[in-house]
């Protein structure tokens, strides 16, 4: 069982940053595998960055030389900062989480936050 809740959605100019929080509670286990995915209107839902639980992380070509995941395992908050903003990043943003993720960014993840809107403007 595992409670996510996102904060840090905002409207920022294009060539911006912005920092994503995911404070997450964890009541049966220890050490999950957490990843951030975004959906826009009429896209697909796609999966931005992911952190293993052996703390490695990847990215989608579109955002890895932009934007970083990390964790705090202390305060218990996931965190996505994005660097050099786009009007194509623009979407809702959401944190996910299981207890593993051998698939990486295409394993099924049991654990959704709400979303956080994240609007670019030009």
């Known amino acids: 069982q595992v409670k996510l809740v996102e904060s840090g959605g905002a409207s920022v100019q294009a060539g911006g940053t912005l920092s994503l929080s995911c404070a997450y509670t964890l009541y049966t286990k220890s050490t999950i595998c957490m990843a951030w995915f975004r959906q826009a209107p009429g896209r697909e839902r796609e999966g931005v960055a992911l952190?293993?639980?052996?703390?490695?992380?990847s990215y989608a070509d579109s955002v890895k030389d932009r934007f970083v995941i990390s964790k705090d395992n202390a305060e218990n908050v996931l965190y996505l900062h994005m660097n050099s903003l786009k009007p194509d990043d623009a979407a809702m943003y959401y944190c996910?989480?299981?207890?593993?993720?051998?698939?990486?960014?295409?394993?099924?993840?049991?654990?959704w936050g709400q979303g956080t809107q994240v609007t670019v403007s030009s």
């Open positions: 952190i293993d639980i052996d703390g490695s992380t």
């Open positions: 996910a989480a299981d207890f593993w993720c051998e698939d990486g960014l295409n394993s099924e993840f049991n654990y």
